[in-house]
């Protein structure tokens, strides 16, 4: 058998140990062992031919793998991006590894496409994957290939938000170039000071992200012309929302689309709510959306991956790319695409890295199916809390009424009870307190149990005594 190195750390969707076992002999270099949860440690020690852990991250209470991890709970790294590069090439010559895969989201992408090309390995390809992990550049890219995007302007300084609003004009975007899951996107409409709001976002950040997940690039931030969204054009439903995720995968610079994901409206803050298999848009809208995704991923150059773009649906069918990326996309997305299609992403994404190409990448875009899958959050915003305050989780009352006709709960993982939580708007995509796996027969009964619960949940939390004469005014 061939041999594989897996990098596992944080965010996106982990590829399948069990998957890539069955073709290869898997080895696993873990970068810091506080972004691995726990479950899925059981499955690298369960499938994995050898598995290193970061000595540089062990301390005296042993390696920590947490029951469940978000970008503002994980350690920070203890190496920087150059020595992670040099460890995980060390590791693929130790193993004689033939394909280097990674589990988690940015701050894997560039790493690994830099130790691969290093080795003469297929990858997204540095250049590229430098393009796709840095959302300045990439918008400067989509810019030149008229892909079709919005306006935008990098951000520097506070003088650069000034210039920036006097030029774009309201509203606008701003968003950090390197971070994921929505963290610190902040909707600019003119009813505060754009430099006040900038000096809040980059606090939040700094105090809460621990690093900056291995971006070296000098742009921190951006901002951008807020794209407006036309549901009536789309879908004429509001149970959806205006915006929608394609998952597909390059193969020799070539794009392939795999699977549209409708979407049910955001909170504020950005904050995506739930994610659903099928799509229920009809076949000229999912075309639409497809080609501007090939447009928008061949024109970064990238070369073997997985792809997950987010597309924009605009008044008149227009669309406009908010971004894309050269890795899995989160939260259950690739999960449900495998349950509800038959499809093995994790096992396509390792045939390409080993052979250039994979007898299981559908040759179209993948759209009816008899199952439909929904991966959804409930959040404290579901239940509006005091962001000056802190409060101990307590749970939610049962949701089963809540559900639509034929409507299952397949999984529910909640965090755990009495856990320490508070509501920060800039951060607001990790203050989900539960996850759920929902099931139907269709994927409008899934968006209408989505609603529901979002509606009626009850969330049971203690506000910490003493808080109010703390909190400064």
Known sequence: ???????????????????????????????????VTSRYMSSI????????????AHSSRGYDHPEWVTFTGAEAYTLTEDEIVD????????????????????????????????????????????RARNKYTMRDRFRSAGVPSPDFRAIYSEGDMLAAVSELGYPLVLKP??????????????????????????????????????FNEECLFLVEKYMEGCNADWYGDE??????????????????????????????????????????????????????????????????????????LMKNRQVGIIETAARFGGWNIIPQINDVYGLDMTRIWAEVLLYGSSPDLPDHLLQASSKARCNMRIYLEDN????????????????????????????????????????????????FVSTLDLEGAHPRALAQSVSNIRKGVQLRVTEIEGQKAEVKV
């Open 177 to 214: 170039t390197y971070l994921a899951c929505s963290i610190g996107v902040t909707l600019l409409d003119g009813s505060r000071s754009p430099v006040e709001v900038f000096r809040e976002v980059q606090r939040d950040i700094q105090e809460n992200t621990g690093d900056s997940l291995l």
């Open 384 to 431: 509006p809390l005091d962001p000056a305050l802190k409060y101990h989780y307590s749970g939610y009352e049962k949701l089963n009424h809540l559900l639509d006709d034929g409507v299952l709960i397949r999984t529910e993982t909640e965090i755990p009870r009495g856990t320490l939580v508070s509501s920060n708007p800039h951060l607001n995509a990790m203050s």
């Open 1 to 35: 058998m061939k041999n594989i190195l897996l990098v596992s750390d944080l965010g996106g969707f982990p590829p399948a140990l069990e998957s890539l076992a069955k073709i290869a002999n898997v080895y696993v270099y873990i970068p810091r062992p506080s972004a």
């Open 45 to 56: 020690n369960r499938y994995a031919a050898g598995i290193i852990k970061e000595s540089s």
């Open 87 to 130: 460890q995980i090439i060390r590791y693929a010559q130790i193993f004689e590894a033939e394909a280097i895969i990674f589990g988690g989201a940015e701050n894997m992408v560039l790493s690994v496409a830099k130790a691969a090309e290093a080795l003469g390995l297929r990858s997204a390809g540095v250049e590229a994957a430098r």
């Open 239 to 312: 149970l959806y929302a205006d915006y929608v995720s394609v998952e597909g995968m390059m193969v020799n610079g070539v794009y392939h689309p795999v699977a549209i994901t409708d979407k049910t409206p955001m909170l504020s803050s950005f904050t995506e709510t739930s994610h659903l298999v099928p799509s229920v848009l009809d076949n000229e809208a999912q075309s639409i959306i497809v080609e501007a995704c090939r447009k928008a991923n061949e024109s970064l150059g990238l070369e073997n991956c997985p792809t997950h773009t987010e597309v924009k």
